[in-house]
């Protein structure tokens, strides 16, 4: 079984891949940029939000199916947020036009 861990660079990759920025506290722990929303895609992944976050700044490694499950989880979630940029779109469109009359 491969064991796999989340992103855990500080900075964009030189192809321009965006990656999980952390800091380094004084005693050396390494924490990561913690995205929002992270109960519904942790309960979407289904997966605890303390296991998300491990993934998420590398501090964990986990199994394929996990891995697998928070890849769904954030294509599922990536589809959500096009459909809401659609809609705002949508409005800021109304509201320029309504601006124009």
């Known amino acids: 079984m491969t064991m796999r861990s989340g992103p855990h660079k ?3 990759s030189s192809d321009g891949e965006a990656l999980v920025q952390g800091r380094t506290h004084q005693d050396g722990r390494r924490d990561g940029v913690r995205p929002r929303g992270l109960t ?3 309960a979407a992944a289904g997966v ?3 296991m998300l976050s491990f993934i998420a700044t590398g501090a964990k490694l ?3 199916d996990v891995y697998r499950k928070v890849a769904e989880a954030l294509l599922t979630e990536a589809g959500r947020m096009t459909t809401a940029v ?3 779109e949508t409005m800021a469109g109304r509201m320029f036009a309504e601006l124009e009359e």
């Open 10 to 12: 500080s900075r964009a």
């Open 40 to 42: 519904q895609l942790a």
């Open 48 to 50: 605890s939000k303390q």
């Open 62 to 64: 986990v199994s394929d």
């Open 86 to 88: 659609g809609k705002i």
